[in-house]
């Protein structure tokens, strides 16, 4: 069918032509604004990983030519590197205390200043500044509270009458001291996504549920900790990922002493890239860790079926 029109001309309808011609120009305006993002990608991220998996590879100094040695890095990290050992302890004990506490602190709270609060805005602000605030202005400022004369040295003094644990040059207190700045750094984060996720429970759910004769606590455990899962679950990857990465606090409060003791992964990795100067070395930590790190997540991927509900 054509339509005619008064100069003589006719548009077939159903014609398919501008449609084609608006989707190629559709595609290329979106590879035009996908494009930088593509190439930082490739260049800042891609580029780089690649390398370090065949820097791993080698002996790589950073003056002088590199030299292939295979598998020896890794080999040397598992059987011969007593600092790796360490490291990789310090690490795990670091995850498997600081991640239960960050998620029980941030969650206690969020339930906490929940819409009953008066002034909940202003709370949620609160312990959510030292979240953004610089980590090593946050780290001088918890090493100044820790050192022997210090302001928790001078409270248990005038308490106790005793002197407090030397924090930062115990073997036994180092890794604690470094976990409790970290929590008290880190909580702020999970309080706000814990907090908005309770905004978002139907008080009609927990009405019915106080209706059939359930207390608060098993309104809590039953009802609301439930719809709050897919929630927990974001913040426990994240929470696990970045505990995995701990370097700046260690870094800062003990410098990976007394000794090793507070000597982590991305630490140990930092010394052996940029101190002893061996790259090859260092890229086959970076990934060991990148490994540890995907194993896990990925089991919690596969684990969250049995218990995140996002209905």
């Not at 604004?33 to 370090?52: D, R």
């Not at 670091?94 to 029980?104: A, G, H, R, S, T």
């Not at 202003?122 to 959510?128: A, E, H, K």
Request: glycine share 10%.
């Amino acid at each position: 069918m054509a339509l005619t029109g008064s100069v003589g001309g006719s548009v077939t309808a159903g014609s398919s032509s501008a449609p084609t011609g608006t989707r190629r120009g559709d595609g290329r305006a979106a590879t035009a604004f996908l494009l930088p993002g593509a190439i930082g990608f490739v260049v800042f991220t891609a580029f780089p990983i690649a390398a370090s998996l065949v820097m791993s590879f080698f002996d790589w100094p950073v003056l002088g030519s590199p030299k292939f040695i295979g598998l020896q890095n890794f080999v040397e990290l598992f059987t011969t590197d007593p600092v790796f050992k360490s490291a990789l302890l310090n690490t795990t004990v670091f995850v498997v205390l600081y991640v239960p506490i960050n998620l029980v602190l941030s969650m206690s709270l969020a339930v906490w200043i929940s819409p009953r609060i008066v002034g909940r805005r202003y709370y949620r602000v609160l312990f959510f500044i030292p979240a953004v605030t610089p980590m090593v202005g946050n780290a001088v400022v918890f090493a100044l509270l820790y050192t022997p004369n210090g302001l928790i040295d001078s409270t248990f003094v005038s308490l106790f009458g005793v002197h407090a644990p030397n924090f930062l040059g115990s073997d036994s207190w180092a890794l604690p001291a470094v976990v409790l700045m970290s929590v008290w750094q880190g909580f702020g984060y999970n309080l706000l996504v814990f907090s908005a996720a309770l905004d978002a429970v139907p008080p009609s759910l927990t009405e019915a549920a106080a209706i059939d004769g359930a207390g608060p606590a098993r309104q809590f455990f039953s009802v609301v900790l439930p719809l709050l899962s897919p929630s927990l679950f974001f913040a426990t990857v994240l929470t696990l990922i970045s505990s995995f990465q701990v370097f700046v606090q260690p870094y800062i409060l003990t410098g990976g002493g007394p000794g090793n003791a507070t000597t982590t992964l991305v630490m140990y990795l930092y010394q052996s890239g940029f101190q002893f100067f061996r790259l090859g070395f260092a890229a086959a930590i970076a990934w060991v860790l990148f490994i540890i790190i995907m194993v896990i997540t990925g089991v919690q991927f596969l684990g969250q079926k049995k218990w995140v509900h996002y209905d």
